[in-house]
């Protein structure tokens, strides 16, 4: 009980310091909270994007396939396919 109790007068340089602190922890905080809120809206278009991606991957690997069965086909001469073609390829003008 016979403490003595000191009170002391802050310093101007402790001040600006704690001030510059609680102003560095604002916008650390908010910046993180507007981070989250950017991450989420951003989930949805990042997966309208891997669906048209993925999409556009299976299309290009179902051209190559049928390139593929069609050089096949005209290298060997097996008519395994539709026999579908994109032109008149029987030399006959019209």
Same mark, same amino acid.
């Given at each position: !009980? ?5 009170? $002391?007068?802050?310093?101007? #340089? ?5 001030? @510059? *602190? ?8 908010? &910046?993180?909270?507007? &981070? ?5 809206? *951003? +989930?949805? @278009? !990042? $997966? /309208?994007? =891997?669906?048209?991606?993925?999409? #556009?991957?299976? /299309?290009? $690997? $179902? ?6 069965? /069609?050089?096949?086909? /005209?290298? &060997? @001469?097996? &008519?395994?396919?539709?026999?579908? +073609? +994109?032109? !008149?390829?029987?030399? *006959?003008? =019209?």
């Amino acid at each position: !009980m016979s403490e003595i109790i000191k009170s $002391e007068a802050i310093s101007r #340089r402790k001040a600006l310091s704690l001030f @510059g *602190q609680g102003a560095a922890f604002a916008v650390a905080t908010s &910046t993180a909270a507007l &981070t989250v809120s950017d991450a989420e809206a *951003q +989930t949805v @278009g !990042m $997966e /309208r994007r =891997q669906e048209r991606r993925a999409g #556009r991957h299976e /299309r290009r $690997e $179902e051209r190559r396939t049928g390139r593929y069965e /069609r050089r096949e086909d /005209r290298r &060997t @001469g097996a &008519t395994t396919g539709a026999g579908t +073609t +994109t032109g !008149m390829a029987t030399g *006959q003008k =019209q």
